[in-house]
Nanobody
Framework: EVQLVESGGGLVQAGGSLRLSCATS????????IAWFRQAPGKEREGVSC???????????DYADSVRGRFTISRDNAKNTVYLQMNSLKPEDTAVYYC?????????????????WGQGTQVTVSS
């Protein structure tokens, strides 16, 4: 059974940091790109960041313009886990954050629809 389980969300003040984790199981993690999406109340789900599968110990990562320079995505293939380090958080970062997995390409895109999805974790940034 494929599972993606997000954790690490919570309430933080503006300017603070959180690290989200996406623990996966049930598929060959090394072969999948992993992405983070978020959805705020009343808004559409948007891509935040993605990281490609690891080829020759290198990988490709991408970020939405709204988080570039503040968020960092990484993956630990030994733990089948992807992380999203979020720094300098802003109230507009408040949303439910989802991780998702896809195997279609050696790259990744925050504009794809991914095959597998987690249930989400709430991030709330107070002003």
């Amino acid at each position: 059974e494929v599972q993606l389980v997000e954790s690490g969300g919570g309430l933080v003040q503006a300017g603070g940091s959180l690290r989200l984790s996406c623990a996966t199981s049930g598929f060959t993690f090394d072969d999948y790109a992993i992405a983070w999406f978020r959805q705020a109340p009343g808004k559409e789900r948007e891509g935040v960041s993605c990281i490609s599968r690891t080829d020759a110990q290198t990988y490709y990562a991408d970020y939405a313009d709204s988080v570039r320079g503040r968020f960092t995505i990484s993956r630990d293939n030994a733990k089948n886990t992807v992380y999203l380090q979020m720094n300098s958080l802003k109230p507009e970062d408040t949303a439910v954050y989802y991780c998702a997995a896809d195997s279609r390409s050696s790259y990744c895109s925050i504009y794809w629809w991914y095959d597998y999805w987690g249930q989400g974790t709430q991030v709330t940034v107070s002003s």
